[in-house]
């Protein structure tokens, strides 16, 4: 009888490795828990996400995305525009001090909440890279018996970050309900979304150069 603990070890630490990098999805889903919005709904779309893509890069994709650059690039251009549009919505959200409070009205709706972590997930080139590429090309080194265990021990990974992440964040409310605080996590989103943009279009202009 196989020994199953090996590769569902594998895959859970290598996914746990890659997914706690600060990155847009772990900011989403932060936010969205300090403001206690739709978030069993972003958790369970952002693993199950994950999931696929994993057994998407184990069966084969990932292989297929090597292959195909122009894909590629226009995967990077799209999420770089994205990431830029949500890192500026960010900054300028430090200059409302009105909608910073935990508890404020005007929140996103499920659908938009729903919407922007698609965005997150599908026009996030960081997120094939770590899911299809490099996930896919270390389960493809199991044996074929095994990989389906490798996928699961991964996709276990991501649940439980996304919903530590999401519903631990309510921790933080009483720190949150001061507006500075609001500001200083907005600034720092917009940073990183900002310098995450910009990394894509050097790499992109890089790789065709």
Known sequence: MMNLLPPFLSGFALSAALIMAI?????????QGLRGEHVGAIVLFFGMS????????????GAFLSAAPQLTTVLALGGAAFLAWYGIAALRR?????????????????????????????????VYLDTVLLMGTAGSAQPEALRPVFVLGAA???????????????????????PAAWRILDAGVGIVMLTLAASLVLGTFNQLG
């Open 156 to 178: 276990m990974a991501s649940f439980t970050w996304f919903a530590v992440l999401g519903y631990c964040a309510r921790l933080l409310q009483p720190v949150f309900t001061r």
């Open 94 to 126: 430090t200059a409302s001090p009105g909608a910073m409070a935990v508890a404020a009205t005007g929140g996103l709706s499920l659908g938009r909440a729903m919407a922007t972590g698609a965005a997150f997930t599908f026009l996030n080139p960081h």
């Open 23 to 31: 990155g847009a999805q772990n900011l989403f889903v932060l936010r």
């Open 50 to 61: 994950d999931a696929l893509l994993i057994a998407a890069g184990v069966g084969g994709v």
